[in-house]
């Protein structure tokens, strides 16, 4: 079973198009990773769908970077 | 071979006038539609029927498009029923006219909420699904009145008019998913809102059209099927005036 690191890391990587190396835990999707407010959002729909998890617009809004990601849903998993 | 086949369309307030002649416009280029009423579940019904004599698929779903909860349970029945929304159409809209002086803060935000922010809800719930298709059309159903402003209907025209806001800055959004986003302006058509008003007012309205007619429903459904199909794909963010020429 992949971590969650490693399955945000993917979604990241195929959403965004970037390189598995630029996905840092402190990386942040707009500024460090290409991404404009669209792509985020597409990116936490994404993350909905891989977790099978529904994040609330409340929530999405707070998660800026690679880390606050993977904390958001190891905090709603665990 | 209709131009909608295989798509699916949600149109709102699709039971009786200009929604549901658009219900059946689309329908008989081949669209899978869902029809959504408020209160006339019977007529509703009627259209779903109308559809499958087309030889089309429908659904009817009672939601009230000013609330959220009930706007995203008609979004989910018609993914549930069909597998996706290829064409939104926000056409429920209701009238509460009155003088400014004498129109009531209730007249006003019934208004507002129908016709303006239950095209937010509306909108705002299907994007997620078109922006997973990577493709969808948008069709906001305003007015003429919208653009030249209308004695008697402050809360209509000043919904009607953020209609065409929202849908240019619908479109910005969402261009770059592939999601197409315009705005038809109906001038006078034929249904039962305009049957009710009386000879004196409705000679008066003839007056102000070069084409010298009311319009039909159908006029502005085939204006929707345009939008709504692969020939309309290179334009977003436009309002249609449909209007015997009223407003130039």
Known sequence: ?78 | MGKLVGKTAVVTGASRGIGRAIALQLASEGANVVVNFSGSEQKAQQVVSEIEQLGAKAIAVQANVSDSDSVQNLMSAAVEQFGSIDVLVNNAGITRDNLIMRMKEDEWDEVINTNLKGVFLCTKAVTRQMMKQRSGRIINISSIVGVMGNAGQANYVAAKAGVIGLTKTTARELASRNILVNAIAPGFITTEMTDELPEDIKSSMLNQIPLAKLGQPEDIAKAVVFLASDDASYMTGQTLHIDGGMYM
């Open chain 1, 1 to 78: 079973m992949a971590t969650v690191l490693e399955r945000v890391t993917k979604v990241v990587v195929d959403r965004l198009g970037v390189d598995e190396s630029e996905v840092k835990l402190e990386a942040s999707f707009r500024e460090d990773l290409g991404a404009d407010s669209l792509d985020v959002v597409e990116l936490v729909m994404e993350l909905e769908d891989e977790f099978d998890m529904e994040i609330s617009d409340d929530d999405a809004e707070k998660i800026g970077t690679v880390g606050d990601a993977i904390s958001y849903i190891e905090s709603k998993i665990s």
